[in-house]
T-cell receptor
Framework: TQLLEQSPQFLSIQEGENLTVYCNSS?????LQWYRQEPGEGPVLLVT?????EVKKLKRLTFQFGDARKDSSLHITAAQPGDTGLYLC??????????????FGQGTILTVHP | NAGVTQTPKFRVLKTGQSMTLLCAQD?????MYWYRQDPGMGLRLIHY???????AKGEVPDGYNVSRLKKQNFLLGLESAAPSQTSVYFC????????????FGSGTRLTVV
């Protein structure tokens, strides 16, 4: 069974601060995705990384996939109240029996105070 | 474009009652999934389908059944609801088996009393 450990579980910061969320596993994944979820809504895909060492930027968000494809990080620069939400990482495995299934981390609840 | 639509959004059941949650997608996606979300436990896969007429068990299938009679619809049934099934249920779909990203519905909040 593949597991993804996400840390920290909770993060409460002031507007303008930087933060990093980590997603770690002992398993290798063919892709790693990050989602953001707001209360009462479903998760929304932010980014997918597929190559070891890959770095993707989405405005103030920087996503990195570890060289060994076992870990990933999400870094937010100058956080804003609009960044508040639940952040989920999810790993996928290629192969005939994977059927697109994803393994999700437990999530990080981020609160950015004005 | 509606994406993935889940009905109902909220439901309260008594222990032992049955119900069906409906998921409909208009993106012609082959793969569909039912997850449950509980505090501190992330999303756990209940059942999934790789195409019309197919279903398979996920990580936590006990107490649930599913059907996919039409490509665009994926139904999740609770035969005899239990308080342990109180949760938020999400349906998701994706185009191919290469895990490049899901489109999620907005969820069904179910309470079993």
């Amino acid at each position: 069974t593949q597991l993804l450990e996400q840390s920290p579980q909770f993060l409460s910061i002031q507007e303008g601060e930087n933060l990093t969320v980590y997603c770690n596993s002992s398993s290798v994944f063919s892709s790693l995705q990050w989602y953001r979820q707001e209360p009462g809504e479903g998760p929304v895909l932010l980014v997918t990384v597929v190559t070891g060492g890959e770095v993707k930027k989405l405005k103030r968000l920087t996503f990195q996939f570890g060289d060994a494809r076992k870990d990933s990080s999400l870094h937010i620069t100058a956080a804003q109240p609009g960044d508040t939400g639940l952040y989920l990482c999810a790993g996928g495995s290629a192969g005939g029996t994977s059927y697109g299934k994803l393994t999700f981390g437990q999530g990080t609840i981020l609160t950015v105070h004005p | 474009n509606a994406g993935v639509t889940q009905t109902p959004k909220f439901r309260v059941l008594k222990t032992g009652q049955s119900m069906t949650l409906l998921c409909a997608q208009d993106m012609n996606h082959e793969y569909m999934y039912w997850y449950r979300q509980d505090p501190g436990m992330g999303l756990r896969l209940i059942h999934y389908s790789v195409g019309e007429g197919t279903t398979a068990k996920g990580e936590v299938p006990d107490g649930y059944n599913v059907s996919r009679l039409k490509k665009q619809n994926f139904l999740l049934g609770l035969e005899s609801a239990a308080p342990s099934q109180t949760s938020v249920y999400f349906c998701a779909s994706t185009k191919s088996r290469t895990p490049l990203g899901y489109t999620f519905g907005s969820g069904t909040r179910l309470t079993v009393v």
